[in-house]
């Protein structure tokens, strides 16, 4: 679900936009930033912010999917 | 086999958990690129009907009545342990609380990533339901036949 959700938010973006996501560590750590390149975005950042959370800013580039 | 990559369920449930199976995997399905396709049979209809609280639909004193007892999908009893209705609405809350998608997130999750939904004709003239009685985001009415040929090519499951 959190890929669902950060799809969602995706096709809102124009090329060149960014887009912040917070994840739990696991699955959502491991899918979203995978599928995210899989389907053409950019994986600017993934840093480690506290507990288990990570943050990840992915970027539409001009050609990612709309 | 094409290499479309494509699911397609036949969701016969209209209960409150299997309609959150059917709606996680196709949103989640829709989300990495699968053309997914839901037939909705029998129960599965008061999943998708315009009225998601309990109407009298329908033309005829059965189907009314019927109508009205099986509810949209607002009502959708749990597969167990559903103490009149209480558990769906115990269980949203618990979603909610946990930060776990509901239902209704699910389900609009859904069409706004593109899955496609289809009711069976056949299950329809039975319950007296038309078309108009079901959410305009419905894409067509089906038979047997036509599923077919669409889910052709990619998995199919049974909810």
């Not at chain 1, 096709?11 to 696991?26: F, M, N």
């Not at chain 2, 990559?5 to 209209?14: D, E, F, P, Q, T």
Request: hydrophobic residues 45%.
């Amino acid at each position: 679900m959190t890929f669902v959700k950060t799809k969602l938010e995706l096709e809102k973006l124009i090329a060149g936009d960014t887009l912040e996501v917070l994840l739990c560590e696991g699955e959502p750590l491991s899918n979203v930033p995978k599928t995210a390149i899989e389907q053409g975005f950019t994986v600017v950042e993934n840093v480690h912010v506290k507990d288990n959370v990570h943050k990840l800013v992915i970027q539409k580039r001009e050609g990612s999917p709309a | 086999m094409a290499d479309t990559k494509k699911m397609s369920l036949i969701c016969m449930s209209g209960e409150f958990d299997k309609a959150i199976a059917a709606f996680t995997l196709a949103s989640g399905a829709a989300a990495v690129n699968y053309e997914v396709n839901i037939f909705f049979t029998f129960w599965g209809l008061n999943i998708i009907k315009q009225k998601t609280g309990r109407r009298f639909l329908g033309k005829g004193f059965l189907d009314r009545a019927f109508n009205f007892m099986m509810g949209g999908r607002k009502t959708l009893p749990l597969s167990r342990l559903n103490f009149g209705g209480l558990s769906p609405k115990l269980m949203t809350g618990l979603m909610k609380s946990r930060k776990v998608a509901t239902l209704n997130e699910l389900f609009d999750a859904s069409l706004a990533l593109g899955v496609n939904l289809y009711a069976c004709e056949m299950a329809m003239h039975v319950l007296g339901l038309k078309k108009g009685d079901f959410i305009p985001e419905i894409r067509d009415v089906l038979g047997v036949a036509t599923f077919l040929e669409l889910s052709h090519g990619g998995e199919t499951l049974f909810i």
